[in-house]
C-alpha cells in the first residue's frame, strides 16, 4: 500500500496567517494528490485534486503544489471559515485508496 | 445537486454484521464516470477507505477489511449497500459513502455520514 504522512499532525495559526502543511507519500504518486477539508461533525469537502487543480468554488486562497512523493497545502491569508482538518488522499492507485493522518488547524 | 444518504442500525453487537444503504438522489448509479463507495472515520481518528463498486457490479476493497466487506448495487433502486461481518469495538465508526469520480479518483460527493457503535 501507498502510505500518506502528513505533518504537522496541528498547527495554532491566527486569522490572516499563512499557514503550509504538507503531506508525503511513500512511493512516487506523480500529481495523483487530492485535498480535503473536514469540519467537526461534518463530512469531509473536496478542495484540490491533481495536486494542484482548485475544485469549483473553493476560495482562491487555498493552493496546492508538489509532485512525485512531497506535496503541500497552503492558505494564503486563515479565515475564520478555514479552521477545521486537512487530509491528503492519494489517487494514484485506485484499487488501494489511502488517506493522510490529516492536519489540524487551530485558532492561536 | 446530488445527495447521497445513508441508513441503517446505529448500534450492531459484537461478531454480528453491519448492514447499510446508502441511496442515490439522482438516480445515477449507472453512470460510467463514478464509482460508489464507503469511507469510515473511527471517534476522533482519520478517514480510512473501505471499498467502491462500479456500475458493472466489479468491486475494489481495501486488502484490511476484504476479508469482512461486500460492497452491493441495486440500479433499479438507486442505492448501495455495505456489509461487514464479524465486526468488532474496533469498528466503531461514522460511515460514510461516497462518490467517486473515476478519472481523478477523487470523493467529490460525501453522505452526511452515519455513526455506527459495536457494542453489547
Known amino acids: 500500500d501507498i502510505q500518506m504522512t502528513q505533518s504537522p499532525s496541528s498547527l495554532s495559526a491566527s486569522v490572516g496567517d499563512r499557514v503550509t502543511f504538507t503531506c508525503r507519500s511513500s512511493h512516487d504518486i506523480n500529481t495523483h494528490l487530492n485535498w480535503y477539508q473536514q469540519k467537526p461533525g461534518k463530512a469531509p469537502k473536496l478542495l484540490i485534486f491533481a495536486a494542484s487543480t482548485l475544485e469549483s468554488g473553493v476560495p482562491s486562497r487555498f493552493s496546492g503544489s508538489g509532485s512525485g512523493t512531497d506535496f503541500s497545502l497552503t492558505i494564503s491569508s486563515l479565515q475564520p471559515d478555514d479552521f477545521a482538518t486537512y487530509y491528503c488522499?492519494?489517487?494514484?492507485?485506485?484499487?488501494?485508496?489511502?488517506f493522510g493522518g490529516g492536519t489540524k488547524v487551530e485558532m492561536k | 445537486q446530488l445527495q447521497l444518504q445513508e441508513s441503517g442500525p446505529g448500534l450492531v453487537k459484537p461478531s454480528e454484521t453491519l448492514s447499510l444503504n446508502c441511496t442515490v438522489s439522482d438516480g445515477s448509479v449507472t453512470s460510467s464516470s463514478y464509482y460508489w463507495g464507503w469511507i469510515r472515520q473511527s471517534p476522533g481518528k482519520g478517514l480510512e477507505w473501505i471499498g467502491n463498486?462500479?456500475?458493472?457490479?466489479?468491486?475494489y476493497y481495501s486488502p484490511s477489511l476484504k476479508s469482512r466487506v461486500t460492497i452491493s448495487l441495486d440500479t433499479s433502486k438507486s442505492h448501495f449497500s455495505l456489509r461487514m461481518t464479524s465486526v468488532t469495538a474496533a469498528d466503531t465508526a461514522i460511515y460514510f459513502c461516497?462518490?467517486?469520480?473515476?478519472?481523478?479518483?477523487?470523493?467529490?460527493?460525501w453522505g452526511q455520514g452515519t455513526l455506527v457503535t459495536v457494542s453489547s
Open positions: 488522499q492519494q489517487s494514484h492507485s485506485t484499487f488501494v485508496i489511502t
Open positions: 463498486i462500479y456500475y458493472t457490479g466489479t468491486t
Open positions: 461516497v462518490r467517486t469520480f473515476i478519472r481523478r479518483s477523487y470523493f467529490d460527493s
